[in-house]
């Protein structure tokens, strides 16, 4: 390779320009980054099951057993979990209904819809728009707030052993 060459190739590799295809293969191949392990690769799944068993106990609730329970003590529990998994899925997942009108409610499903915002039930026969009754307006995100997972953290550890101690 000229003395040129070289110098267009050091240009091209100090200031990132896109090298002609005959250069390239000069190059040593770009290192290739292992996959993230799955712990990494969840991390703000399991971030977020945190927070929703940590303010609402959800995994305690889950977990449970409730069949010895009476209906008056499971509704009871379901509070808590309510206003705190509320508050979680409020403050970092936002959302919205995908049909504003309220169950019940005649609806017009337009030509070309979305089939990942409207599951049709029923006997579909013939070419949209669809008039049906609303079973469930749906949800869609309005924003995904999820900070940071910590690095410091271990992710699967999704609620510490609480020990008191005298």
Do not use: C
Request: glycine share 8%; net charge negative; aromatic share 8%.
């Amino acid at each position: 390779m000229s003395f040129f060459a070289r110098l267009k190739l050091a240009f091209a590799i100090l200031f990132g320009a896109a090298l002609p295809e005959r250069e390239q293969p000069l190059l040593p191949p770009a290192p290739v980054a292992p996959p993230p392990s799955p712990e990494v690769q969840h991390a703000s799944g399991l971030f977020l099951l945190g927070m929703l068993q940590r303010e609402g106990r959800l995994i305690d609730f889950l977990e449970e057993d409730i069949s010895g329970f009476s209906d008056a003590e499971v509704g009871a529990a379901a509070r808590v979990v309510h206003e705190g998994a509320r508050k979680v899925l409020r403050e970092y997942l936002p959302v919205v209904a995908v049909v504003p009108q309220s169950e019940g409610d005649q609806v017009t499903v337009p030509a070309g819809f979305d089939a990942n915002r409207y599951r049709l039930l029923g006997n579909l026969t013939g070419q949209a728009p669809y008039q049906g009754i609303l079973k469930h307006h749906g949800w869609v995100a309005t924003a995904v707030k999820l900070p940071a997972v910590p690095t410091t953290m271990d992710v699967k550890v999704l609620a510490p052993a609480e020990v008191e101690l005298p």
